[in-house]
């Protein structure tokens, strides 16, 4: 089976919440455009590391209304969409948590960062997720990790071995580790014999540049698609039958 999987590399305004979600929308709507079936979004896309924005202004009203109208993006295109990861409010608890809509504008599920990075302080802000669930779609039965998460094996092989085909990175992954997010996405997928597909935003903050090169890599090692660091779209067409093709080759 073919897929046509796109990447939303967009750059992120610290903080600037309303810009941000009309040009994550629009991204949205130009990789429909070019016939993609499952759409990624970077890392706290909606407003970046700012924490102190998060806290005084990120409402449950504003929430809800960023997921009202992925929801409905979603079913009116006909997408699958994950959604990033977007600050969630839970009994006074924060979590950096990605959001999985189907093509009906269905939330099928979520997945909450479980490792979070020391070096921005993400343990200090957020609170960490427990599980990793695998979400089975019409299209492939499809994974989520978040980032810093790429440092962990294990989390991708325990989605392995759940069944997943494809696993999705939403990131803010910045400069000078470059090598390191095209080395472990090739790593990952190599590891478990599926597709990986990380989804980096690109642009700065007020303490990083962030490196883009939002990849799609097969079972093989192989980089199928791979973005620069300016603002695109990186959209490919995967086939599913790469994954057995590669696990009968070294008997797994």
């Known amino acids: 089976m073919k897929i046509t999987l796109a990447l939303i590399q967009g750059n992120v305004l610290f903080?600037?919440?309303?810009?941000n979600l009309e040009n994550a929308l629009q991204m949205i709507r130009q990789a429909a455009d070019k016939g993609a079936q499952i759409i990624c979004l970077p890392e706290l896309f909606i407003m970046g590391y700012d924490f102190k924005s998060i806290e005084?202004?990120?409402s449950e009203k504003i929430f809800t209304e960023i997921i009202h109208q992925l929801s409905e993006l979603a079913e009116s295109l006909k997408i699958y969409l994950v959604a990033g990861s977007i600050p969630e409010i839970i009994n006074k608890k924060i979590y950096n948590t990605s959001f999985f809509f189907n093509d009906q504008g269905t939330l099928l599920g979520k997945y909450q960062k479980i490792h979070l990075f020391p070096p921005m302080e993400?343990?200090?802000?957020f609170s960490p997720g427990q599980d990793c669930p695998l979400f089975t779609t019409s299209l492939a039965k499809i994974g989520i990790c978040i980032c810093y998460d790429l440092r962990f094996p294990h989390q991708f092989s325990d989605l392995a071995q759940k069944g997943a085909e494809i696993i999705l990175v939403p990131a803010q992954?910045?400069?000078?580790r470059l090598d390191h997010w095209r080395i472990l996405l090739r790593a990952r997928a190599i590891d478990n014999f599926l597709f990986v597909a990380g989804c980096n935003r690109m642009g700065k903050d007020k303490s990083h540049i962030f490196c883009g090169h939002s990849s799609i890599i097969s079972p093989w090692g192989k980089i199928i698609a791979e973005a620069g660091e300016r603002e695109?779209?990186?959209t490919a067409e995967i086939d599913l039958n790469l994954i057995l093709e590669s696990r009968l080759f070294f008997n797994t």
């Open 15 to 19: 903080g600037k919440i309303k810009k």
């Open 232 to 234: 695109m779209i990186v």
């Open 122 to 125: 993400e343990q200090n802000f």
């Open 173 to 176: 992954f910045p400069h000078p």
């Open 56 to 58: 005084k202004h990120f």
